[in-house]
């Protein structure tokens, strides 16, 4: 079983930075890829960045690419989101998501087994 807390969220100004964290009970290092999701008011929710379990791969969102760098240290059982350059479109509740890694890492919903309760991130111009 796995628990994930986010925090770092809070209210940035159109432009700036912001670095959202995600400590998990247990250890993230036994089999697990680890996601960043949001959900903005009226809409579904999207997938933003995952990792797998070294940390040597990465992949993106087209709409966060080269802004948003997701990154883990798996001694502190903790991952990492930086937004940079962030815009009024970023504005949403961001999730953190562990799911049990199946040999490729995957930006559906499905692929994770289970979910922080969001930190919000509002973004003013």
């Known amino acids: 079983q796995v628990q994930l807390v986010e925090s770092g969220g809070g209210l940035v100004q159109a432009g700036g930075s912001l670095r959202l964290s995600c400590a998990a009970s247990g250890r993230l290092s036994s089999n697990y890829v680890m996601g960043w999701f949001r959900q903005a008011p009226g809409k579904e929710r999207e997938f933003v960045a995952c990792i797998n379990r070294s940390g040597g791969n990465t992949y993106n969102a087209d709409s966060v690419k080269g802004r948003f760098t997701i990154s883990r240290d798996n001694a502190k059982n903790t991952v990492y989101l930086q937004l940079n350059s962030v815009g009024s479109e970023d504005t949403a509740v961001y999730y953190c998501?562990?799911?049990?890694?199946?040999?490729?890492?995957?930006?559906?919903?499905?692929?994770?087994?289970?979910w922080g309760q969001g930190t919000q991130v509002t973004v003013s111009s």
């Open positions: 998501s562990a799911g049990r890694d199946r040999g490729y890492a995957s930006g559906s919903s499905d692929y994770y087994d289970y």
